[in-house]
């Protein structure tokens, strides 16, 4: 069996826990009947990555734990090996690694191949969108009818501002603030934006005075207003 070990990270399959330590260990050996000669299929395992790890690239460290032959008493034993996966800036959820013949290997067989994917952990702030990230906010009708400024994070950790001017704030209205978004995986020094998202917050009632302030201030809608 291949086992995979890496603090906070989980696959798909029910992880296996150890006694001594906390870190979730994963099976992934593919259930077939080994054949004399030829190649096991690939031992698949998802691999979950940030969104700030995608843009920054990181490398993570995996101890894997396979069967390979003994040959001392012509069966199998277990082998620990460690091995570190580099994922680079940019790239994107569904990207597949493969380390060729680090898997199980079997007598009379070539070791299987191990394909890790990069799956995108859900973010606190960003919607991913190719390179782009969208980015949700909410302003009132004041200052939807008025104009204002929002502040907009980063995905490296800071903010920005964000100026919106009177008449082009409807609900659901979209507005770049451009190359500040993901890194394009083949141009790392080019980036994608951010897409600001407005959502307008409505006054659930109006008072009697502001009713009147609406009927003397804001003529009466038309198509083609």
Same mark, same amino acid.
């Given at each position: 069996m291949s086992y995979f070990t890496q603090g906070g990270s989980h696959g798909r399959r029910q992880p296996q826990f150890t006694r001594r330590s906390s870190v979730p260990q994963f099976n992934t050996t593919s259930p077939t009947v080994k054949k004399?000669?030829?190649q096991d299929p690939p031992v698949k395992q998802d691999l979950k990555i940030s969104l700030e790890e995608l843009y920054? %690239?990181?490398?993570k460290k995996l101890k894997i734990t396979r069967k390979v032959p003994a040959a001392a008493t012509g069966g199998l034993k277990?082998?620990? #090996?460690? *091995?570190?996966v580099d994922i #680079?800036? %940019?790239w994107k959820e569904g990207t597949k690694i493969?380390?060729?013949n680090e898997g199980d290997q079997y007598p009379g067989r070539v070791a299987a191949d191990i394909i890790f994917t990069v799956k995108e952990k859900p973010h606190e702030h960003f919607t991913r969108q190719d390179n782009d990230l969208l980015y949700k906010t909410s302003v009132s009708l004041r200052d939807a009818l008025l104009g204002c400024s929002v502040v907009v994070p980063t995905i490296e950790g800071g903010t920005v501002p964000l100026v919106l001017e009177s008449g082009n704030i409807t609900p659901g209205s979209e507005h770049r603030i451009p190359g500040r978004g993901m890194p394009r &995986?083949?141009?790392?020094? &080019?980036?994608?934006?951010? *897409? $600001?998202e407005i959502? $307008?917050?409505l006054p659930e009632r109006l008072s009697e005075q502001q009713k009147e302030v609406v009927?003397?201030? $804001?003529p009466p809608w038309t198509e083609g207003s």
């Open positions: 004399r000669g030829g920054n %690239g990181t490398t277990n082998e620990e #090996k460690l *091995i570190n #680079k800036p %940019g493969t380390f060729r &995986s083949r141009q790392p020094t &080019s980036r994608g934006d951010i *897409i $600001v959502m $307008v917050d009927i003397n201030n $804001v």
